[in-house]
């Protein structure tokens, strides 16, 4: 996409699109009580209205072995079709003996074969058909059961034991990102003292987390509880490890498929589903973590989420490695509410108008003439119009829409506009002179807005920048290499700057609330390990020594690429080859450059982030923040 075709609105969007950007956090109506009322607690819950029928989700379930307990989701159904969530009123039975229901609404294998289970709400019923395929109750898994139940008592949490330097002398993994060294961690700190195999109850590793002896973090295990039954069964069984690769789960599911509560103080249950590699599916959602990214619009407790007031909010579910997040809308009372119909031009329209009538909103009305043309020129520009414009503007008898195209044209073709968007992009760029020097900076700068003024496609803009090489004045955009100079530097920027997302934090871990993972770090560096600096001849710029007085150097460098060069990960020590994040690239030339398989796969049209990431800074140009803010922070999460 040309630097220069912005997303730039013809029409009413210019009023209403930041009030649409922000429509997930105004209150209208009843959301405005609820958001009040949200310093007490959830507001009371509304009463439901009359159920026609019920719905379970899932349909049917299949239990694995005799380890594997599942609940359902249980759904009335009103005339006009809508949905309530009816779990917590639902009463399960059932006559199989090949099944047990406990008092937590969980089903548990009891012998193999079929069995169905009665679900009832009132006076209504439905059936749920439930296969058993084994009844065998399998061996504690360290991976599979020990670590989600360390995970979610917080142990490690960058609060307690998965800290960077651990707590009181014990490291755990930051979120259990490291199966194999939380379980040498566990066995072998204290020599292996952590665990009596002759009196099991007397293991420091139940004795501290339910406070039976001294422990900083309280007591956040309880005798006899689940969790604490798993971990007993565990060192009953003799502490086994299994293998990692097998025993994580591959992806997590969320349902129901989507969360639309009518009005704050509504309520649905979340199931969490982990789907193995070896095709086995299990309900984890007792040791999932979930959390709100909007506490003001809706709380999870307890795989709960409760709407507070009117608004969106997403869930971020997370559970062993694994992210999923849920979009909650809270619509609030609309009463009296009736779209109107206007005009569409484009395909942005479309899907703005889409988002109003999902929200329930109203779109503003069109603007004056006199405020396009000075919200247009602030926007394109970063001037107000001159007076001679504006008479002119105002003056100008031809159809709106054709006058203002008009202008978006001439202001798009002025040096205003290349100078303001050049100073946009040079501060995005790190364009400065404490790393540039000041000659370095002007040939940058000026070949950033040398592009914006010829129109030059973006991709091609970011190909010739990251491919760049020679002296800092004869090819310019290699200053932003000298900006960076180290491979992690490179990382990170090209990851925020070009797909939007933060990988500075999975540096030192795994991604605390997303997919990325520290080891894909260090093969994105890889890419660019062999990018080198050495110092030109050209030019004098004045630095100031190691003494702190000022000395004349050279100020041109020159930006190469060496023959040899690798980035080593942390945890192995070893080298690592090159490999994106997401999706395939080609395999990089042995002795050629990394960097143009990079690019090759950054600018792709099979890369979901390049464009997205350009969209929405562009957005947030316009509407002073993106439709994902912040802009480099690209999520699911977010």
């Given at each position: 996409?040309?630097?220069?075709k ?6 009413r969007?210019?009023?209403?699109c ?8 105004l ?16 507001p ?65 294998a ?5 069995g169905?289970?009665?679900?009832a709400?009132?006076g ?166 979930l ?12 795989s ?10 997403a ?8 992210y ?13 509410y ?19 009538k ?12 006199a ?20 008479r ?42 404490e ?16 592009s ?5 496609p973006?991709?091609?803009f ?45 540096k ?73 994040p997401?999706?395939?690239a ?53």
């Amino acid at each position: 996409m040309p630097l220069r075709k912005r997303i730039v609105f013809v029409n009413r969007r210019i009023a209403f699109c930041l009030t649409l950007a922000l429509a997930a956090s105004l209150p209208h109506g009843r959301a405005a009580e609820g958001a009040a009322s949200n310093k007490n607690g959830p507001p009371p819950r509304p009463a439901l209205p009359p159920i026609r029928s019920l719905k379970v989700e899932p349909p049917s379930l299949t239990l694995d072995d005799g380890r594997d307990e599942r609940r359902v989701l249980v759904f009335g159904e009103t005339a006009p079709g809508q949905r309530f969530d009816v779990t917590d009123e639902a009463v399960l039975k059932t006559e199989s003996p090949n099944l047990e229901i406990d008092k937590a609404g969980y089903i548990h294998a009891q012998k193999q074969g079929s069995g169905e289970v009665t679900i009832a709400v009132g006076g209504l019923k439905a059936k749920l058909p439930v296969t058993v395929k084994d009844a065998t109750v399998p061996e504690i898994h360290f991976v599979r059961d020990v670590q989600p139940i360390l995970s979610k008592l917080g142990c490690n949490a960058g609060t307690c034991h998965g800290s960077a330097k651990g707590k009181n002398g014990f490291k755990l993994s930051l979120r259990g990102y490291d199966p194999e060294y939380d379980y040498q961690a566990l066995i072998n700190d204290l020599s292996g003292r952590r665990f009596n195999r002759v009196k099991v109850e007397e293991s420091l590793m139940l004795l501290k987390p339910t406070a039976e002896v001294p422990h900083e973090g309280r007591q956040p295990l309880k005798l006899g509880s689940r969790e604490y039954n798993i971990l007993r069964q565990w060192i009953v069984e003799g502490t086994k490890f299994e293998d990692p690769l097998k025993n994580r789960p591959q992806s997590i599911e969320v349902l129901p498929s989507e969360v639309e509560l009518d009005l704050p103080g509504r309520s649905q249950h979340l199931l969490v589903l982990a789907h193995y590699p070896d095709g086995n599916v299990r309900e984890v959602t007792r040791d999932a973590i979930l959390s709100s990214n909007n506490g003001d619009v809706a709380e999870v407790k307890n795989s709960v989420v409760t709407g507070l007031r009117r608004g969106e909010a997403a869930v971020l579910v997370r559970y062993e490695g694994c992210y999923a997040t849920k979009l909650v809308t809270v619509m609030g009372d609309r009463t009296g509410y009736k779209w109107q119909d206007v005009a569409e031009y484009n395909y942005i329209d479309k899907h703005v108008d889409a988002k109003l009538k999902k929200m329930k909103i109203l779109p503003s009305e069109l603007c004056t003439d006199a405020e396009f043309v000075r919200r247009v020129s602030l926007d394109l520009t970063g001037l107000p119009p001159t007076p001679e414009r504006v008479r002119a503007f105002l003056a100008d008898q031809t159809p709106g829409r054709q006058k203002r195209e008009k202008l978006i044209d001439e202001l798009l073709a002025s040096e205003d506009y290349n100078e303001y968007w050049a100073n946009k992009w040079a501060d995005l760029l790190q364009c400065n002179s404490e790393h540039l020097g000041q000659k370095g900076v002007w040939v940058f700068r000026n070949w950033i807005q040398h592009s914006i003024a010829e129109n030059k496609p973006y991709d091609k803009f970011v190909r010739e920048m990251l491919l760049a090489e020679g002296s800092s004045y004869r090819n310019p955009e290699v200053n932003y290499y000298r900006a960076l100079r180290d491979s992690g530097k490179i990382t990170e920027d090209v990851s925020q700057t070009f797909l939007g997302v933060r990988f500075n934090c999975n540096k030192c871990h795994d991604h605390p609330f997303e997919k990325w993972t520290q080891k894909q770090y260090y093969q994105f560096g890889a890419y660019f390990a062999r990018v080198a600096i050495k110092r030109g001849s050209l030019g004098k710029e004045s630095v100031r020594s190691f003494t702190g007085d000022l000395m004349q150097v050279p100020g041109e460098e020159i930006v190469y690429r060496k023959d040899d060069g690798e980035v080593q990960y942390p945890k192995t020590g070893m080298d690592v080859a090159p490999k994106v994040p997401v999706g395939e690239a080609q395999e990089p030339p042995k002795d050629g450059d990394r960097r143009v398989a990079f690019v090759n796969w950054l600018v792709s049209k099979d890369n979901p982030y390049f464009a997205e990431a350009m969209a929405n800074r562009a957005w947030s140009y316009f509407f002073a923040r993106g439709i994902i803010d912040p802009v480099d922070d690209i999520r699911g999460s977010n």
